[in-house]
């Protein structure tokens, strides 16, 4: 009983994770073409040769300390929303975010070999790895089910999509 009445916080957890990792995995790309129209590349190999001579807990400060900048422009975000700007503050957090995400994957691209020797470090991160596969799983016949009702002949859709399709389609042949 109380699975069930879980499930969907779990589904929206899962969603989250997810809109993480995606964003993970496409940020990447686009950083990595960054890095090559600007001279970053020059900048992560001698950022790589540097972290080969340091120990792994060392690696993790280095890891750690380029997203401490990112701070005060979250804080500003929500001083935005405070004070209702709404727009600018979705701006600023959206903004924030990617960067975020965009400057840890550069890192952690350079740091990862180094802070997979640290055993707690290790089984964290196959600890993500496994939860990231767990969420994918979990929504993925969900994430099927969309597919197949936008695909299909509207089997299995509500009365309440097909009435809202209809009155769409009628008020687009009354707009002619």
């Known amino acids: 009983m109380m699975r069930r009445l879980l499930q969907p916080f779990w589904v929206l957890l899962a969603v989250?994770?997810?809109?993480?990792?995606?964003?993970w995995d496409h940020l990447e790309p686009i950083v990595e073409r960054?890095?090559?129209?600007?001279?970053?590349?020059?900048?992560?190999k001698w950022l790589s040769e540097r972290v080969d001579t340091l120990s792994p807990p060392m690696t993790l400060a280095v890891f750690a300390v380029p997203v401490i900048p990112l701070f005060p422009l979250k804080l500003a975000g929500l001083w935005l929303l405070a004070n209702q700007y709404w727009l600018s503050a979705g701006f600023v957090i959206v903004f924030g975010k990617l960067?975020?995400?965009?400057?840890?994957?550069f890192i952690f691209d350079v740091t990862r070999s180094k802070l997979l020797q640290m055993a707690w470090f290790r089984k964290i991160y196959e600890f993500i790895t496994a939860m990231r596969a767990r969420?994918?799983?979990?929504?993925?016949?969900?994430?099927?089910?969309?597919?197949?009702?936008?695909?299909?002949?509207?089997?299995?859709?509500?009365?309440?999509?097909?009435?809202?399709?209809?009155?769409?389609?009628?008020?687009?042949?009354?707009?002619?």
């Open 16 to 23: 989250i994770f997810l809109i993480e990792a995606w964003l």
């Open 34 to 44: 960054i890095v090559a129209l600007i001279p970053l590349r020059d900048f992560k």
């Open 99 to 105: 960067v975020g995400v965009g400057v840890t994957a």
């Open 135 to 176: 969420a994918s799983a979990l929504v993925q016949p969900i994430k099927q089910r969309i597919r197949d009702m936008l695909r299909g002949d509207g089997a299995g859709w509500s009365s309440r999509t097909l009435r809202m399709i209809a009155r769409f389609r009628k008020s687009v042949h009354e707009a002619r």
